[in-house]
């Protein structure tokens, strides 16, 4: 499958933010909904949703991240960004992302992810 190369995690304090990019390596990207996801901290935990958007830039979000994150895309370069904001101790994790299908295939191997730690 196609490799994702995620960027810009780091240790911040609660309240401050963070934009994280992902870069995609082939150009169908533009035809794929992506999302971001979250590996909370522990042993054997799944990646979980936190930000969606189809292939014309509709944008979803779970609880946790409405009002605080926005998702956007860039289908020429191409990659993916999810700016964060007011972040809390609770949204630490490592951050990956990938498409999205009902079925939960995906179009593209997971990558490295991109760790980001929030202090209290």
């Known amino acids: 499958q196609a490799q994702l190369v995620e960027s810009g995690g780091g240790l911040v304090q609660a309240g401050g933010s963070l934009r994280l990019s992902c870069a995609a390596s082939?150009?169908?990207?533009?035809?794929?909904?992506m999302a971001w996801y979250r590996q909370a901290p522990g042993e054997q935990r799944e990646r979980e949703v936190v930000?969606?958007?189809?292939?014309?830039?509709?944008?979803n979000y779970t609880d946790s991240g409405t009002g605080r994150f926005t998702i956007a895309r860039d289908n020429a370069k191409p990659k993916l960004y999810l700016e964060m904001n007011s972040l809390k101790p609770e949204d630490t994790g490592i951050y990956y992302c990938?498409?999205?299908?009902?079925?939960?295939?995906?179009?593209?191997?997971w990558g490295q992810g991109t760790q980001v730690t929030v202090s209290p």
């Open positions: 930000a969606k958007i189809s292939p014309l830039g509709v944008t």
């Open positions: 082939r150009l169908t990207f533009a035809f794929y909904a």
């Open positions: 990938n498409s999205l299908t009902g079925t939960g295939v995906l179009r593209f191997s």
